[in-house]
């Protein structure tokens, strides 16, 4: 009788062991899955002694959550006050989705057969309204700057077609903007060539967080010397992607630009990519712009 003690107590330690080998990552996961187990179960009241379990080792640091993972957290959380309806529950339940939604503002809800309509409800209707204050609707202008790489080779061999400008946008909506901007060469003298480039981009949709793709299309007016004016008309794919704290990254890629030259001079070869040119009139692609704005 002895042996097969022995061998029990064996395994309860080298499990014990295993167990206590785990990360604090690995076993937030562990006690996340615990807890939606017994919610899926109808095991309220097991649920909740989990949940309280669980908050106490994360407050203590034992756990490590990552941000869609704290969000279910909360989530359900909000899904066992729900589940008692004690006093001043629906306050409760909304301070908890609250949270949710501020530790990650992408978490969309998921087995919608074991959340209740009442949660799911308050869930879409808080989530919309803490998300307005970030769109484009509420925050309409951007500043910032950019730069231009005409053609990749440029960044070695010809460091003057490596261009800085000044970048402002109004956003008329969450799906439409208008932008302008002001293009310098990196080279003396400053002002020799100029551009302005002025255009509308259309977003199909607009993600806080995440990066929103856009089509424009754009028209430039290059002056050299005050002498030559190139109008330039481009058709452009542009992504980018706002922070809460409404600093944003963005990035222009030209998929086709028509340009026609007014004026003395010529259509310089600037490193790039013709799809046709003559001696007035030349179709190009290849120019990338990386923007970083402030929108407010």
């Known amino acids: 009788m002895k042996r097969p003690v022995l061998s ?20 937030a996961k562990l006690h996340l899955q ?39 957290l909360y989530l359900y959380q909000a899904l066992i006050v729900y589940a008692f309806r004690e006093e001043g529950w629906q306050k409760n339940i909304n301070d908890l989705l609250l949270k949710a939604i501020e530790t990650d503002l992408n978490y969309e809800l998921k087995d919608f057969a074991i959340v209740p ?35 990749l080779p440029t960044l070695v061999n010809n460091p003057e077609y490596i261009k800085l400008g000044l970048h402002y946008s109004f956003n008329f909506d969450d799906h439409l903007t208008m932008l302008l901007d002001l293009e310098l060469p990196l080279a003396l003298p400053l002002f020799n060539v100029m551009q302005v480039r002025s255009g509308l981009i259309w977003f199909p949709a ?3 967080e995440l990066i929103s793709l856009g089509l424009g299309i754009m028209y430039a007016l290059e002056i050299q010397q005050f002498k030559s004016f190139i109008n ?27 340009e026609l030259l007014l004026g003395e001079g010529t259509l310089e070869n600037l490193d790039y990519v013709d799809l046709f040119a003559g001696q007035n009139v030349r179709f190009v692609f290849a120019n990338l712009r990386v923007y970083i704005f402030l929108n407010f």
């Open 206 to 208: 607009f993600r806080v």
């Open 232 to 258: 330039k008309i481009s058709f452009e794919g542009y992504g980018e992607i706002i922070l809460r704290s409404g600093i944003g990254f963005g990035a222009s890629v030209e998929l086709l630009r028509v």
């Open 8 to 27: 029990l107590l064996v395994i309860l330690a080298s499990l014990g062991s295993a167990f206590a080998a785990l990360t604090p990552e690995e076993e």
């Open 117 to 151: 309509s009442y949660i799911l409800e308050r869930y879409q209707n808080l989530k919309k309204g803490f998300l307005a204050q970030y769109t484009k609707s509420a925050k309409r202008q951007c500043v910032g700057i950019y730069g231009v790489l005409s053609y």
């Open 34 to 72: 615990e807890i939606k187990g017994l919610y899926a179960e109808g095991n309220y009241e097991q649920c909740k002694k989990a949940l309280i379990k669980t908050q106490d080792l994360k407050n203590a640091g034992k756990l490590s959550f990552n941000q869609t993972e704290e969000a279910e």
